[in-house]
């Protein structure tokens, strides 16, 4: 019986013990859940700080590179606005210095057209006179055609004296068949029949072909009827009509010489 009772007991401490075991099983499984949880809090705690600190650390430094890019377009943005401001002052000038330019010239031109209207009467000009062109001076021109006007005006003096003037001066002029011609003529005006005569003589001597040499051998033989010299008028008159045939001078000729005979 007694035996009966500690195996009885026993197998209560047992029992209980193996009842105690399972809950004290639970205790530690929860103490480990509740660590686990803790430490994985802590470390998503530190996961978060770390990824905090890091994004800091990255605007910190995106910050320090941004800001000095942004200095840089601001300071580019400046230059590009100061170039604008500056190829505009220089479009302006250009625009002036063409304005300035265009003066120039234009005042080159006039200075030009004014040199030129004052060379262009002491170069040398083209004239034409009895069927002749030829190269003169200004003033070579200028004395002809002076001597002329008093030819036509009728004052032979003063012809006279300009006419044998502008021989002295000018003797190799292209002018000077003419004014042998209209030298004889005045002198022929002024009555002075033997310097006539010898002019117009020079004149016919030097240049027959010249389309006046018929009148001037006309004149001759006037000059020589008003000397009296009616001999040498009809040779005169007989030369011309058989060199210049057909010409008025060779008709009045004809007329002249009918009235001597």
Known sequence: MRLTRVRLVTLLLALGAVAASPARAALFEDDEARKAILDLRAKSQQNEEAQRARFEQLSKQLQEQVQPLSRSLLDLNSQIDALRGEIAKLRGQNE???RELSEVQRKLSDQAQALDSRLRPLEPQKVALDGREFQ????????F????????????AEAGNALAGFMKRFPASGYSDAVR??????????????????????????NPEHPRAAEA????ANC?????DLKSARRSLED????????????????RLAALK
């Open 217 to 220: 051998l006309l004149a001759l």
């Open 136 to 143: 003169v001076e200004p003033e070579e021109k200028r004395q």
């Open 181 to 206: 011609f209209w030298l004889g003529n005045t002198q022929y005006g002024k009555r002075d029949y033997k310097d006539a005569i010898a002019t117009f003589k020079a004149f016919i001597a030097s």
């Open 96 to 98: 002036q210095l063409a």
């Open 240 to 255: 011309l009509l058989k060199a210049y045939p057909g010409t008025e001078a060779a008709q009045a000729g004809k007329e």
């Open 224 to 228: 020589q009827i008003e000397l009296k």
């Open 145 to 156: 055609d002076a001597a002329m006007g008093l030819v036509r005006r009728g004052d032979f």
